[in-house]
């Protein structure tokens, strides 16, 4: 592991009793990478994000910023942002938006003066400046999920693992995503690490992609590595998704040739 | 002196219902409702031992319902199982050993049906004394644990990776808990005493605008409905517990007008 590698990921396996969820997955993240997992339903991407962070009982060696994760520090977990891919909480969580960005920041930024503009300056960049008083429970799917990345990124984390981030986010939201990821990426050199069901997100923003069906089908550039072989490993014979590429203007895609009537 | 008894009984009955207000809030956050009466109801277990080896048998209570509710995290870890259901084996099973035990106590038992009710009359100088010093330590633990609570109670996932030990963290809410339920046994009893932690919480829920609000109201609440039930219970000759229970009923379903 070199100093430019900011995650590595070494012969990581998790076990549910008798099922391996996922099986011997090495990959690295060199520092600025954006890389995206992507793998068909139950192939594991979310064990393994929630594997790298330590949240799950797993074989295997995981070095996030040079360090064992249960050797970093408290204070060292700031480098860290992780948005999950949902909260479970009651309807009517009361606890507003502004409260628990303040909890999380405690710790850093006790004074709160300095709590205070980092949050306006944080939710105004998510542009949910007007959301600071709402309780958690009213807000909308969308609403919530910008909340949880502007928690993730406030105390302005080198690694961003994000687990399915766009879920119950519009196309407008989506897109605004995308090009806030990059932007963050470019300007501030955030790694980011995320997991999408969504394939058409890797041509979009991604460095780096790491193709997961239980066990590494593939990782590296998209262009070097997501050959349509790779796929339809991936994804099995029927995978379509990707094929789009592969369609020439004018002429049926491959997947749809035999259907004359959708031509 | 006939007014000493009346004024233990406020005075326990305040610190109860700031203590079951103050955790119910968490309670309800955290989806564990089913668990603090659980916990209560592990609690007969616990009195029913105290009786038959001639200890406090709130002490055993204690005892008892921490070691019991210590095993339900890593059982709920390990078994494939539910919380819910966890808890619905563990809580008949102990009542049951419950129940076996007290078959075994020999000679008439009066105090069991204060347990099972409460009698917050009956609160001697001595029982004044050990909710006192049990009530400052769980307000110094709740005191240290409170930031960190708050953000397990969104997210545990998130709080284990900014660096909360969270099953430590869980251990020692569990024993907050359990420490609370017990005090508050003596007021309303085993049956009733989830009550006092829960209705006061969602009551504050249903009216409140943030997280302060919430433990505002929750406590006034809480303290509200004992002060109210206590004063009815004796000007009415009427049970405590379920005059106190009744009183914050009342308040919860007056707050639904009032939902935001």
Known sequence: MNNDTILSVKNLSVRYQDFEAISNISFELKRGDIAIIIGPNGAGKTTLLKAILDLLPHEGEVRILGKKISEISREERARIGYVSQKVDIIQNFPVTVKELLELSIKKTYPKSKEQKMKIEQYLDLLHISHLANKAIGELSGGQQQRFLIARALILSPEILLLDEPIAGIDITGEQTFYEFITCMNKQYGITTLLVSHDVTVVEKIASKVICVNRTLICEGKPDEVLSEEKFEELYGREASVYKHKFCKEGEPCEFYKDRGDLK | ?260
């Open chain 2, 1 to 260: 002196m006939i007014y000493g008894f009346f004024l233990r009984a406020i005075v326990v009955g305040v610190i109860s219902g700031f203590l079951c207000a103050f955790i119910g809030v968490f309670v309800i956050l955290r989806k564990m409702a089913f668990f603090s009466h659980a916990i209560a109801h592990i609690a007969l277990t616990g009195v029913a031992i105290g009786f038959l080896v001639n200890v406090n048998p709130l002490a055993s209570a204690l005892g008892f319902s921490v070691v019991v509710g210590m095993l339900i995290p890593p059982l709920i870890e390990k078994s494939r199982l539910s919380v819910d259901t966890i808890i619905g084996i563990l809580l008949p099973s102990s009542m049951a050993i419950g129940v076996i035990l007290l078959g075994f106590v020999k000679g008439y038992k009066p105090d069991l049906l204060s347990y099972l009710f409460g009698d917050i009359l009956a609160v001697s100088s001595k029982d004044l004394y050990i909710i006192l010093g049990l009530a400052v330590f769980s307000i110094v633990l709740m005191y240290f644990i409170f930031n960190e609570t708050t953000i397990m109670s969104f997210d545990e996932d998130w709080a284990k990776v900014s660096g909360i030990r969270v099953k430590y963290l869980n251990y020692l809410f569990v024993l907050l808990l359990s420490l609370i339920v017990i005090i508050s046994i003596k007021i309303v009893g085993i049956i009733l005493v989830s009550a006092l932690v829960i209705i006061p919480g969602a009551a504050a829920i249903n009216i409140a605008k943030n997280l302060r609000e919430t433990f505002i109201y929750s406590i006034l609440i809480g303290i509200l409905g004992e002060l109210v039930g206590i004063i009815a219970s004796y000007f009415l000759n009427i049970p405590t517990g379920p005059s106190i229970v009744l009183t914050i009923s009342i308040i919860f379903i007056l707050t639904l007008r009032r939902r935001k």
